[in-house]
């Protein structure tokens, strides 16, 4: 483990939910040196080794967090609020999926997408944060 793998682990394991771009932010505190170029190819090595893992929580950049770091995201499509939710409101679904297709659903490895209690409350929203 080089010292700037070891950095880009601790910035993952530090923000727990984060783009590359945070990560490299974060590591270019104590590192300047550092580009994004680094950044991506340790991601993809820490991941490969099964030190973290990545999710798309949305639009754009996937977000890294450590490997066990594990739930399900509830992420609203309107405001772009991400909340947590144990894997196990999946467990019947997971069932029924290895009975009816043999899929086996990781679900700690999921992000959902809908509306969340306040946007759903808020009047006069006509369009997704997106614009579609």
Do not use: K
């Amino acid at each position: 483990m080089t010292p700037q793998r070891q950095l880009v682990l601790d910035a993952v394991l530090d923000l727990e939910h984060a783009t590359p771009e945070q990560i490299c932010a974060q590591v270019q505190l104590s590192a300047p040196a550092v580009n994004i170029t680094t950044i991506y190819r340790t991601l993809d090595l820490l991941e490969r080794l099964g030190l973290v893992r990545h999710n798309h929580l949305g639009h754009g950049a996937p977000s890294y967090s450590p490997q066990g770091h594990e739930h399900v995201h509830l992420v609203c499509h309107w405001c772009g609020t991400v909340a947590e939710v144990s894997p196990n409101l999946l467990h019947e679904l997971g069932e029924r999926l290895g009975r009816d297709a043999g899929f086996q659903l990781d679900a700690t490895h999921v992000a959902l997408s809908g509306t969340c209690a306040d946007c759903a409350r808020a009047e006069g929203a006509s369009s997704p944060q997106d614009g579609s």
